[in-house]
Every structure is written in structure tokens, then in C-alpha cells.
């Protein structure tokens, strides 16, 4: 699993890696008893988590559209305590958030201690999108970039475990879907 953790950016390339890589799982019988096992041990690890209560654990999943978020949140995720689990989605700005800073949203949906919040896109969608499409200044939109970095700071240091995931699949499958 190694191969897919990019824990310095510098120098990373999304386009350096291929969307239709073979995870080294034999096929799709082997799979899901792999599934099984991780889901059962991710159980345990939530149980001794919520019980723990020291630290909170927010999984922000990134990916195109159709690249199978909700899906694999629902597959990834089935198994565990539903009390202690949070999805939270982000689509389009409310007129309301768009009155306040573009983090104003985030931050309520964060985790409680002994608690896990999953980001079904997130807060990086308010660069990427107000990028890509113009809706703000180059200097504004570049700023959120440090807002970010500070942002996920501050939960780290109150004790959030941050974990980032970007669903990559090929062009093609994504024109399919």
C-alpha cells in the first residue's frame, strides 16, 4: 500500500500515476474477503477509538465526479457504529455560506472527540473550483492555499488524525460512468 501514500508533495504528479493500476489483489473472491477482514478490524480500531476519546479522525475523500466516492465510503464504511460515524458532503455554496469565509462551512462538520468524519469532497473544493471556473482573483484564491495548510494545523493540533484520499480513475471509465 505503500506505493499509493504521498506523504511530501513535492515533486508529486497525479499524471504519473495510472487511474488502472492493479492493486496486487488476485480478483474480485479474494477481494472482498480482504474487505471483510479490513472492515471487521476497522470495527475493532473504531470501538477502541470512541472509547479512547482522546482524538478525533477526519477522512477527507477527494475525487472527479463518478470517480465512486459515495460508493466506497458506503463499502469502506459499512461496518462500523453508525453513532460514531459522520458523512458530511459538500456541494455548492449556500448564498449563506457565501456570506462568511469559504471555511465557515467546514468547520461545524468537523469530528467530536471519539468520533470520525468523513468529507465527501471538502474544503479544497473552494480553491479548486473557484480556480478553474473564475469566480475569485488569483490572489484570493492562492491565499486559501495557507488557509488550508493553517486550518488543517489547528485540528491537528487539537488532536485530529487527518487522513486524505483521492479516488483516481481513468478518463475513460469516468466518460462511461
Given amino acids: 500500500m505503500q506505493r499509493y501514500q504521498v ?15 492493479d492493486s496486487g489483489v488476485a480478483g474480485k473472491q479474494e477481494g472482498r474477503a480482504e474487505v471483510a477482514e479490513l472492515t471487521a478490524r476497522l470495527d475493532d480500531l473504531q ?4 472509547a479512547d476519546g482522546r482524538y478525533k479522525l477526519l477522512v477527507v475523500l477527494q475525487g472527479m465526479d463518478t470517480s465512486g466516492k459515495g460508493g466506497a465510503i458506503r463499502k469502506a464504511f459499512e461496518g462500523l457504529d453508525p453513532a460514531g460515524v459522520h458523512v458530511a458532503s459538500f456541494k455548492a455554496p449556500t448564498s449563506e455560506e457565501l ?12 469530528p467530536a472527540n471519539g468520533k470520525m468524519t468523513i468529507f465527501d469532497r471538502s474544503h479544497y473544493e473552494d480553491v479548486l473550483v ?5 469566480l475569485a482573483p488569483k490572489l484570493r484564491w492562492k491565499a486559501r ?17 487527518i487522513r486524505k484520499f483521492f479516488l483516481h480513475i481513468p478518463k475513460d471509465e469516468q466518460r462511461k460512468r
Fill in 130 to 134: 473557484v480556480r478553474v471556473h473564475g
Fill in 47 to 50: 470501538e477502541k477509538f470512541f
Fill in 7 to 21: 506523504t511530501d508533495g513535492k515533486g508529486f504528479r497525479l499524471a504519473d500515476h495510472d487511474p488502472a493500476a
Fill in 99 to 110: 456570506d462568511h469565509d469559504f471555511l465557515w462551512r467546514i468547520h461545524p462538520h468537523t
Fill in 145 to 161: 492555499y495557507d488557509h488550508i495548510r493553517a486550518f488543517e494545523q489547528m485540528l491537528a493540533d487539537e488532536g485530529t488524525v
